[in-house]
């Protein structure tokens, strides 16, 4: 919020512009975003605001002139469901998903990264100039996940490229940790007895408090597998 607000005071010296802006917490978007949205769109060509005093003010729609956000792509998503309907514009720095390619449904979404869709073209371009015949594939649940997933598989389909170990995880802790227990089983019983090698590299489109989680639950554990591994990772950032 901070970095939010040091950027706008910037853009207001720098332009002379005076201007209003509005701050939307949009942590775990699929669960809040959607009462935050309807409560501030609730009556129509109006938008509905509580300042942090508790006054409420009312303007029309069409004051808002520009959206920016998101990082998540299923936040931009619901975003776009409301603000399209006035034709307010959104440029998102970091919503990757291919969904959101669909100017029909999502006629004012705008980004400055490339979607989905291109980055996995690019990795499985890659995996075939190496040589890499399987591949492995972990996802997230959400939306933008399950649009990574999609594209990868659509591209690892026209260039012959075997995904022979896929999993779907949830943003819970619990459901990571039965992933890595997965892994470890196939690691284990390739070198116990050769059975069905676990491939690499993995693909791994995933948030990332996951990505994070699968990293550290695999240093915890002292997988020599992560040393002679690869992956190609799209996480919305890793720090």
Not at 48 to 68: C, W
Not at 97 to 104: F, M, P, Q, R, V
Not at 194 to 223: D, H, N, S, W
Request: aromatic share 12%; hydrophobic share 40%.
């Amino acid at each position: 919020m901070e970095a939010f607000y040091y950027t706008v005071e910037k853009v207001k010296n720098i332009t002379g512009l005076t201007f209003s802006t509005l701050f939307i917490e949009t942590c775990n978007a699929e669960y809040r975003l959607h009462p935050i949205m309807s409560e501030i769109f609730r009556e129509e060509n109006r938008i509905n605001l509580t300042d942090t005093e508790g006054r409420s003010h009312s303007f029309p729609a069409n004051n808002i002139v520009l959206f920016i956000s998101n990082t998540s792509s299923a936040a931009s998503l619901i975003i776009q469901s409301y603000i399209r309907l006035y034709g307010i514009p959104q440029i998102s720095h970091a919503s990757s998903s291919s969904w959101l390619n669909d100017k029909l449904r999502y006629p004012t979404f705008l980004r400055i990264v490339p979607s989905d869709e291109i980055q996995a073209k690019f990795i499985i371009q890659l995996a075939s100039e190496l040589k890499f015949e399987r591949l492995g594939l972990i996802s997230s649940s959400s939306s933008w996940g399950k649009s990574g997933v999609a594209s990868i598989e659509q591209y690892a389909h026209i260039a012959g490229t075997c995904l022979s170990y896929v999993y779907q995880v949830d943003q819970i802790k619990k459901s990571v940790i039965a992933l890595v227990d997965d892994l470890i089983d196939k690691i284990n019983a390739y070198m116990r007895d050769g059975g069905c090698r676990v491939p690499k590299p993995m693909v791994i489109f995933a948030e990332q408090g996951i990505l994070q989680t699968i990293f550290t639950q695999l240093l915890y554990r002292g997988v020599l597998w992560k040393r002679r591994g690869a992956f190609f990772h799209w996480s919305e950032k890793l720090g």
